[in-house]
């Protein structure tokens, strides 16, 4: 399972829509080393972009990255939050660019880039 839902907001998506900021809470607590990792790497953005190499300390950790930014919903959520665009590479390797920063987003998710960017150490990643 992805998230840990409350009662609460479970039958909140039931009867409807569910606002941004109680999602947001849900994958925060749900996630905390996921939205360490994408508040940290924001927060170190300079020209429009920055990233993180550091692999998670274990597979729970990646295992979190891994479902926030696999879904859709949570990566728009996280995107609209923060104001950028995230991309990922390689399980670990989470970016942020700023919107206006296109250029720079399509050479990081380029198949060059993802090919450029192996490693054997990453090969069970």
């Known amino acids: ?7 609460r907001l479970l039958d909140q998506a039931r009867k409807g829509e569910v606002d941004d900021a109680a999602f947001l809470a849900c994958v925060r607590t749900s996630l905390p080393y996921a939205w360490e990792v994408i508040s940290e790497v924001v927060g170190r953005m300079r ?15 990646r295992g979190q990255l891994l479902r926030a930014l696999a879904s859709d919903a949570m990566r728009g959520a996280l995107e609209r939050h923060f104001g950028v665009r995230l991309a990922f590479q390689n399980c670990h ?33």
Not at 1 to 7: E, G
Not at 98 to 114: E, L, N
């Open 47 to 61: 020209d429009g972009f920055a990233d993180n190499q550091t692999p998670p300390p274990n597979e729970e950790a």
């Open 1 to 7: 399972m992805s998230l840990t839902v409350d009662d």
């Open 93 to 125: 390797r989470v970016a942020a660019f700023a919107p206006s920063a296109t250029d720079r987003y399509a050479a990081f998710t380029s198949p060059r880039a993802q090919l450029l960017n192996q490693s054997p150490d990453l090969v069970d990643c």
